[in-house]
């Protein structure tokens, strides 16, 4: 047994590769190189639902070889959307399509990951390319809750108990076990 061994040879790929392009384990998945997508919110859904542009979108990146492609944002309730356009998973109506995308990027050898999130204070605004901070109109908006309430762009915010924060982040786990 060699005991020269550091625990930075871990980290050395065997061969001459770059090392981006060699296999990563974290837990008990593997991702095929360490070329990660970041979630990136495409403000392209419909109340919630992914269309066909996730879809290309998402394909793409897996496409181009990137090891896990990470699904934007996904609101877990409604109001938890950043803009209207925000990706959701509150409704069952809401998973198919999401399949459709992970079976995609599975196929092409990448590891679909989902960034499962509530916007908070940051909730109810206008897509970024309208304007970078602005509270949607008052006939399109929607309650805001976050932990405190401190606002943003002029919303009110409604201050959720501590209990109540706890609870959401369980509907969050609960959302991602499903
Ligand atoms: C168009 C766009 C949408 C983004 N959407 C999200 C998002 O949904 N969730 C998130 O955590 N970060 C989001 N980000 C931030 C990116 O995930 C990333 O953290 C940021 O671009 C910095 O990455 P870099 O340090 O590699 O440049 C977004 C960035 C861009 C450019």
Redo the contacts with the bound molecule.
């Keep these: 047994m060699n005991s020269q061994v550091k625990s930075s040879d871990a980290l050395k790929p065997a061969s001459k590769e770059p090392l981006l392009f060699t296999p990563l384990r974290i837990g008990n998945v593997l991702l095929p190189n360490r070329i990660v997508v ?5 403000y392209s859904a419909v109340e919630g639902h992914i269309t066909e542009w996730h879809l290309v979108h998402l394909g793409a990146r897996a496409i181009g070889g990137a090891g896990l492609v ?1 699904m ?2 996904t609101a877990v309730e409604r109001r938890g959307r950043v803009t209207p356009g ?1 990706c959701g998973l509150w409704a069952d109506e809401q998973i198919e399509p999401l399949r459709t995308v992970t079976a995609f990027v599975k196929a092409q050898g990448a590891v679909p990951a989902i ?1 499962l ?1 509530h916007s908070g204070r940051k909730g109810s605004r206008v897509p ?1 390319w309208i304007h970078k901070n602005q509270a949607l109109p008052p006939a399109e908006a929607w309650p805001i809750v976050a932990p405190s309430p401190i606002g943003e762009c002029t919303k009110t915010v409604h201050s959720l108990s501590k209990v109540k924060t706890v609870i959401f982040s369980l509907k969050i786990i609960s959302v991602w076990r499903r």
Excluded: I, N
């Design positions: 970041a979630p990136m919110a495409m990470m934007e944002a925000c960034q999130a970024p």
